[in-house]
């Protein structure tokens, strides 16, 4: 089993939909979480970090549920701009970070 | 947050040489990591690398293969050694900014 698996996707959704990622973790011991978005031939870019009491920024929400060892991100009004892969990242103190394959998202006009 | 300068951004190289990568951090960090991106796959960490101490490898990473230095703060390498097709990959490198991790531009490696 890997220690961070998401839905690979790819989702395609009408530009304007609201779109959610679910990401699984293996390893209970992990304590920092984050979401990053990977553009085509281009490095990862942090997009949010992921707390216990969920957080918001603009129109993306993340969310941690430790107890089912679960993270989500969720996109309301999708954008053309948000085509990207999505990539959720565990990690156990600030060390090592474990990353799931990525879910490919791709908005559609 | 910080800015990282990786260079090369691209290379084509011969099976049996070798290539050196270099990160450059505009302010200092304790630690800095190496990771390689193979195509069409997520990130794999190679190995950790502190100033003054040897770096830590993951497993399936050796030093003979991948050696890095890490002379101070804001300055790391990382090597591929003895390369062959299956090293054929994008290597980035990353810092702890405090708010998350920051990665360079990535290194575009092709063994030919």
């Known amino acids: 089993r890997k220690e961070v698996e998401q839905d690979p996707g790819p989702f395609n959704v009408p530009e304007g939909a609201t779109v959610a990622f679910n990401c699984t973790y293996s390893?209970?011991?992990?304590?920092?979480f984050f979401w990053y978005r990977q553009d085509c031939r281009k490095e990862p870019k942090l997009l949010m970090s992921?707390?216990?009491s969920g957080n918001e920024d603009g129109r993306f929400t993340a969310q941690l549920n430790r107890a089912s060892q679960y993270i989500s991100l969720l996109i309301r009004d999708s954008k053309l701009s948000d085509s990207a892969t999505y990539l959720c990242?565990?990690?156990?103190?600030?060390?090592?970070?474990?990353f799931g394959t990525g879910t490919r998202l791709t908005i559609i006009p | 947050s910080a800015v990282i300068s990786q260079k090369p951004s691209r290379d084509i190289c011969q099976r049996g040489t070798s290539l050196t990568i270099q990160c450059q951090v505009d302010?200092?960090?304790?630690?800095m990591f190496w990771y390689r991106q193979q195509p069409g796959q997520s990130l794999t960490l190679i190995a950790t690398?502190?100033?003054?101490?040897?770096?830590?490898?993951e497993s399936g990473f050796v030093i003979d293969k991948f050696p890095i230095s890490r002379p101070n703060l804001t300055f790391s390498t990382l090597t591929v050694s003895n390369m062959s097709p299956e090293d054929s990959s994008i290597y980035l490198c990353s810092v702890w900014t405090g708010f998350g991790y920051t990665f360079g531009s990535g290194t575009r490696l092709t063994v030919v």
């Open positions: 990242v565990a990690s156990f103190g600030n060390e090592k970070l474990t």
């Open positions: 690398a502190n100033q003054g101490s040897e770096a830590t490898y």
């Open positions: 302010s200092q960090v304790t630690m």
């Open positions: 390893n209970s011991a992990s304590q920092s």
């Open positions: 992921v707390y216990s």
